[in-house]
């Protein structure tokens, strides 16, 4: 069966401290990667995608991709409270149209 | 550019009972995808539209869930009959293209069968 597995958390940081969230993925073949962040009772929100090996910075933001280890992270320096949600990984593990296998999302707590 | 709008928000139905949930995708999209989220469980797929045409349905539990997408616009999600099972959160989602860059997803419907 094809996983994507997340610390469920709540993952606590100070603000102004930078929040590491990981994901690994048991499909080898796949080949797109996004983190959405869901604030309580909201839709989910595309904050980043990632597609091939390294990293990729927008912002506060980077991801991070090791397709070798089936990890990707998502850092987000300089925590703000406004960052608290929950943050979920999503992989397209298909070929064609994507259809997305997500995690059950970490819980990130930053408090002021 | 409106987002992707579902509707009802909530819905409380008792088991048995008969409930149709409906999307409406951003215009001009394509691609439209109706995914769950039961309690303590991850978003799981369950459906992609192309246009009108079913693309992908192999996430659909069971043949009391009937998604159509009449003219290729909104799509509806029935349940029918309903069972207890099948309270969680249903979302929509759409793109423009194939996905490869993510999509944009609605609301939800918090759906509960009690």
């Known amino acids: 069966q094809k996983e994507v597995e997340q610390n469920s958390g709540p993952l606590s940081v100070p603000e102004g401290a930078i929040a590491s969230l990981n994901c690994t993925y048991s499909?080898?073949?796949?080949?797109?990667f996004f983190w959405y962040r869901q604030y309580s009772g909201k839709s989910p929100e595309l904050i980043m995608s990632?597609?091939?090996?390294g990293d990729k910075e927008d912002g506060r933001f980077t991801a991070q991709l090791n397709k070798a280890s089936q990890y990707v992270s998502l850092l987000i320096r300089d925590s703000q409270p406004s960052d608290s949600a929950t943050y979920l990984c999503a992989v397209n593990m298909n070929s064609g149209y994507s259809t997305l296998t997500f995690g059950k999302g970490t819980m990130l707590l930053v408090s002021p | 550019e409106a987002g992707v709008t579902q509707f009802p928000s909530h819905s409380v139905i008792e088991k048995g009972q008969t409930v149709t949930l409906r999307c409406d995708p951003i215009s001009g999209h394509d691609n439209l995808y109706w995914y769950r989220r039961v309690m303590g469980k991850e978003i799981k797929f369950l459906l992609h539209?192309?246009?009108?045409?079913?693309?992908?349905e192999s996430g659909m539990p069971n043949n009391r869930f009937l998604a159509e997408r009449t003219g290729g616009t909104y799509s509806t999600l029935k349940v029918q009959p309903a069972e207890l099972e099948d309270s969680g959160v249903y979302f929509c989602?759409?793109?423009?293209?194939?996905?490869?860059?993510?999509?944009?997803f609605g609301s939800g419907t918090r759906l509960t069968v009690v």
């Open positions: 989602a759409s793109s423009q293209d194939r996905g490869d860059y993510g999509y944009t």
């Open positions: 539209f192309v246009k009108e045409s079913k693309q992908d």
């Open positions: 990632i597609y091939s090996n």
């Open positions: 499909d080898r073949v796949s080949q797109s």
